[in-house]
């Protein structure tokens, strides 16, 4: 089966400097990265941490548009995050976000991230017609 690599124009090419692709689309499945939230400042009155949250839904919505997709077609996440006590907030965003038909999920508290200053990574598996 062929492997068809999605990079968004609007998202900086990792493999030039990262050696690994935004998604990776074999078949059906699109399989996308861990995105942080870290390239943007939070809005006034928002946290760190909900901020990250949605920067980083929004770029794996980008990487998803870009294959022909939205985060409804995400089946399964898992989800890092640096502090397991932001766990009942990302759950309480992630419902926000997604609305229903929610994916299969982990998540795990991990010491630290490759970014320092991320609170939280999330690598997705979508299913796309």
């Given at each position: 089966?062929?492997?068809?690599?999605?990079?968004?124009?609007?998202?900086?090419?990792?493999?030039?400097?990262?050696?690994?692709?935004?998604?990776?689309?074999a078949g059906n499945l699109?399989?996308?990265?861990?995105?942080?939230?870290?390239?943007?400042?939070?809005?006034?009155?928002?946290?760190?941490?909900?901020?990250?949250?949605?920067?980083?839904?929004?770029?794996?919505?980008?990487?998803?548009?870009?294959?022909?997709?939205?985060?409804?077609?995400?089946?399964?996440?898992?989800?890092?995050?640096?502090?397991?006590?932001?766990?009942?907030?990302?759950?309480?965003?992630?419902?926000?976000?997604?609305?229903?038909?929610?994916?299969?999920?982990?998540?795990?508290?991990?010491?630290?991230?490759?970014?320092?200053?991320?609170?939280?990574?999330?690598?997705?598996?979508?299913?796309?017609?």
């Open positions: 089966m062929a492997k068809h690599i999605v990079q968004p124009q609007s998202l900086p090419d990792p493999g030039a400097t990262r050696a690994y692709s935004h998604g990776v689309r699109l399989f996308l990265a861990g995105q942080t939230g870290t390239d943007t400042q939070p809005q006034p009155g928002q946290s760190r941490f909900e901020h990250q949250t949605r920067r980083a839904f929004a770029r794996l919505q980008v990487i998803l548009e870009a294959a022909g997709g939205t985060l409804a077609d995400i089946v399964t996440m898992t989800v890092f995050i640096t502090d397991i006590r932001f766990g009942d907030e990302f759950v309480r965003l992630r419902g926000e976000i997604l609305r229903r038909d929610f994916p299969a999920s982990a998540l795990i508290g991990v010491s630290h991230l490759a970014s320092p200053e991320a609170l939280l990574e999330i690598q997705a598996i979508a299913a796309l017609d």
